[in-house]
């Protein structure tokens, strides 16, 4: 079945520290891919978007993300994180625009 | 410009009783969508409307709930004869072709 994996479910991260968020796929052609992030209360905010072309991806809240299809993989970067990124992140994607499958999400914790 | 409006953002009832949760989504887009995110959970994807096609019902988890979307614009979930399971926070978004979505920032049920 076509689906989205988020391995993590909670992250601890120092502020200022690197952060990354995994995220694996599967589907058979190129596929739609997006990071989502959601603050407590909040409805989810679209962090970036992969369709097609260069596989490395800038997003909003210097954001970043590397579409790798030999590894089925779509995971978030930041380099330096600070205490506003603490949020839960969700990774979605889907094989054809429509219906998008969302992974379970990571928490991600940042500490002084 | 305005985003996709929920109402109401937090909706107490009682087991039994039927709710209508109410979503205004941004103005021109063709896809909406309804998911379901409880406590510490991902989102479950409820029902998919695209333009003028029959809708896709496939994640609706039993026939006490149904969505109508009128005139292509406003959207209404229905959940009858509540049960406590149903607790969660309803989640809508919509999006311009079916890819890029929109969140709103949910309503909140709480079933006694």
């Known amino acids: 079945a076509q689906s989205v994996t988020q391995p993590d479910i909670h992250i601890t991260v120092s502020e200022g520290a690197s952060l990354e968020l995994r995220c694996n796929y599967s589907y058979g052609a190129t596929p739609y891919l997006f990071w989502y992030v959601q603050s407590p209360g909040q409805g989810l905010q679209l962090l970036l978007k992969?369709?097609?072309?260069?596989?490395l991806v800038q997003g909003i809240k210097g954001f970043e993300a590397e579409f790798k299809r030999s590894q089925s993989s779509f995971n978030l970067r930041k380099p330096s994180v600070h205490w506003s990124d603490a949020a839960e992140y969700f990774c979605?994607?889907?094989?054809?625009?429509?219906?998008?499958?969302f992974g379970a999400g990571t928490q991600v914790v940042v500490t002084p | 410009g305005a985003g996709v409006s929920q109402s109401p953002s937090n909706k107490v009832t009682e087991k039994g009783k039927d709710v209508e949760l109410r979503c205004d989504p941004i103005?021109?887009?063709?896809?909406l969508y309804w998911y379901r995110q409880s406590l510490g959970q991902g989102l479950e994807f409820l029902i998919y409307?695209?333009?003028?096609?029959?809708?896709?019902k496939s994640g609706l988890p039993s026939d006490r709930f149904s969505a109508e979307r009128t005139g292509g614009s406003v959207s209404t979930l229905t959940i009858q004869r509540t049960q406590q399971e149903d607790s969660a926070v309803y989640l809508c978004?919509?999006?311009?072709?079916?890819?890029?979505?929109?969140f709103g920032a949910g309503t909140r049920l709480s079933v006694l």
């Open positions: 409307f695209q333009g003028n096609s029959a809708p896709d």
């Open positions: 978004a919509s999006s311009p072709e079916g890819n890029i979505q929109y």
């Open positions: 992969y369709f097609s072309g260069d596989t």
């Open positions: 979605a994607g889907g094989g054809s625009w429509g219906k998008f499958q």
């Open positions: 103005s021109g887009h063709t896809a």
